[in-house]
């Protein structure tokens, strides 16, 4: 079959979307875990979390890596830190994600191992995807995979996934996106102006939302978060990461026009404009 692509708009995002029942509690919104956060990087595993229970994950826990990790996020304290032993003894968790923050140590890759081996969706971003282009063994489990796996590389990523030079992945991102969805069998999310997502069945589509102000650090760490709260609330992967996707830009946009950014946007006000357009998109349907 040929590849199909689409263009990436608000009324095919927002479709699965629904209000909660009045009778809605947290068990019913889904777990996430998310471990990353090693030495000197813990903000970045923090960030996934805070965008994970801001797009509406009943519960969202932090496995931080670092040895002198915070028990407690001061500015976030709805989220429940972990380490990552204590993460993998659960067993509500919905979704996981492995990567923001995490470094490329011999723990990063011990934990990587664990999560490749869970039967969890699993997203996967940042040093976990370094880890994954370093070892050869690494790529071979996430193919082996059955769970659906969602990688979320930015170009240089990629080119080091794919062993290409940057220059390439740049001139023809398409194919890059498609080989890349094809060789692990998973949703690829290549990030960049017009971010592609391209579907192991060799579906793709582009986004058109976003500006400069995306050009910033945490931004993708808020991206993985946001596809693991909607997964926990049982949108299926796809649907889950096209919505992210579309909506991460969207938010980026909005305050844009309000006046905040492109210069000194950060991932903190993209996760609190996506809370916002997320409900507008819900409840403005009933008025």
């Not at 040929?2 to 809605?24: G, M, S, W, Y």
């Not at 996707?245 to 969207?250: D, T």
Request: glycine residues 8%; hydrophobic residues 45%.
């Amino acid at each position: 079959m040929e590849p199909t692509e689409h263009i990436l708009n608000q009324a095919f995002v927002t479709a699965p979307l629904k209000p909660r029942p009045a009778d809605c509690h947290k068990g019913m919104l889904g777990s996430v875990g998310i471990i990353g956060g090693a030495t000197s990087m813990t903000g970045a595993a923090l960030l996934a979390g805070r965008a994970a229970l801001k797009c509406g994950a009943g519960r969202v826990y932090v496995a931080l890596l670092a040895d002198n990790a915070p028990a407690v996020d001061l500015l976030q304290p709805e989220l429940m830190l972990r380490t990552p032993a204590q993460l993998f003894e659960l067993d509500h968790l919905s979704a996981l994600v492995i990567g923001p923050g995490l470094s490329q140590s011999s723990d990063a890759m011990n934990w990587l191992q664990r999560a490749l081996a869970s039967d969890l969706p699993l997203i996967i971003d940042a040093d976990a995807l370094n880890l994954l282009a370093a070892h050869h063994d690494l790529r071979l489990q996430l193919r082996q995979r059955t769970a659906p796996a969602i990688l979320t590389p930015h170009p240089g990523e990629a080119a080091r996934l794919m062993g290409y030079d940057l220059k390439a992945i740049q001139h023809d991102r398409m194919d890059t996106a498609q080989l890349l969805a094809k060789n692990f069998h998973s949703i690829i999310v290549l990030k960049g102006a017009g971010t592609i997502c391209a579907l192991p069945d060799r579906h793709w589509f582009i986004n058109p939302t976003g500006n400069p102000g995306l050009s910033s650090a945490g931004m993708g760490d808020v991206l993985s978060g946001m596809i693991a709260a909607f997964i926990a609330q049982q949108l299926s992967p796809q649907q889950a990461t096209l919505l992210a996707v579309y909506l991460h830009g969207a938010a980026a946009d909005i305050l844009l026009k309000q006046g905040t950014g492109p210069i000194g946007l950060t991932a903190s006000e993209v996760i609190d404009a996506a809370r916002q357009q997320l409900n507008i998109w819900i409840y403005s349907r009933q008025s």
